[in-house]
T-cell receptor
Framework: KQEVTQIPAALSVPEGENLVLNCSFTDSAIYNLQWFRQDPGKGLTSLLLIQSSQREQTSGRLNASLDKSSGRSTLYIAASQPGDSATYLCAVRSIPGYNNNDMRFGAGTRLTVKP | EAQVTQNPRYLITVTGKKLTVTCSQNMNHEYMSWYRQDPGLGLRQIYYSMNVEVTDKGDVPEGYKVSRKEKRNFPLILESPSPNQTSLYFC??????????????FGPGTRLTVL
């Protein structure tokens, strides 16, 4: 059964710092891994999608990496800003037949960037 | 504009009164899915559908029904809602995993309260 874990659960940093959010998963039989941002009481905004054959994806100040064999992904945020404050979620899409589920989310990392 | 829409956005109902939450996407996606989000439990998948007339259970299907009669619509049906189904519900869609770039797009959410 696929399990997705995100560490840390919460993170507070001063503006301008570079930071790394971690996501780990237990079964490497995945199609892809997707990082989302969620503001309080709002929906999910897709940030980056990494296919299982890829090692990393970049969008602006965001860089996501994937090491499928070790079951790990990181989301790197450069030069953090107060507007980056949100909860960041990673989601793993499993290959059918390998797990009795389709999509599994981590519990999220709540990020606060202080001015 | 490419989007996933959900209706209603907010709903307060009473135990046992059947309700339907609609979900529609305009991106011609084969795959659609429903999730619920609860404090401390994160996002959990309820049901998903790989195409018309093809549905499968996620992690928490009990108490819910779905149907996929048309490609664009994937309604979530609560035949006899109970207070433990009070939650924030999200619908999502994507292309089929494994065939193409299958980033998941999420609807804005439906906040359901069952009294």
């Amino acid at each position: 059964k696929q399990e997705v874990t995100q560490i840390p659960a919460a993170l507070s940093v001063p503006e301008g710092e570079n930071l790394v959010l971690n996501c780990s998963f237990t079964d490497s039989a995945i199609y892809n891994l997707q990082w989302f941002r969620q503001d309080p009481g709002k929906g999910l905004t897709s940030l980056l999608l990494i296919q299982s054959s890829q090692r990393e994806q970049t969008s602006g100040r965001l860089n996501a990496s994937l090491d499928k064999s070790s079951g790990r992904s990181t989301l790197y945020i450069a030069a953090s800003q107060p507007g980056d404050s949100a909860t960041y979620l990673c989601a793993v899409r499993s290959i059918p037949g390998y797990n009795n589920n389709d999509m599994r989310f981590g519990a999220g990392t709540r990020l606060t960037v202080k001015p | 504009e490419a989007q996933v829409t959900q209706n209603p956005r907010y709903l307060i109902t009473v135990t046992g009164k059947k309700l339907t939450v609609t979900c529609s996407q305009n991106m011609n996606h084969e795959y659609m899915s429903w999730y619920r989000q609860d404090p401390g439990l994160g996002l959990r998948q309820i049901y998903y559908s790989m195409n018309v007339e093809v549905t499968d259970k996620g992690d928490v299907p009990e108490g819910y029904k779905v149907s996929r009669k048309e490609k664009r619509n994937f309604p979530l049906i609560l035949e006899s809602p109970s207070p433990n189904q009070t939650s924030l519900y999200f619908c999502a869609s994507s292309y089929l995993p494994g065939l193409s770039y299958n980033e998941q797009f999420f609807g804005p959410g439906t906040r359901l309260t069952v009294l």
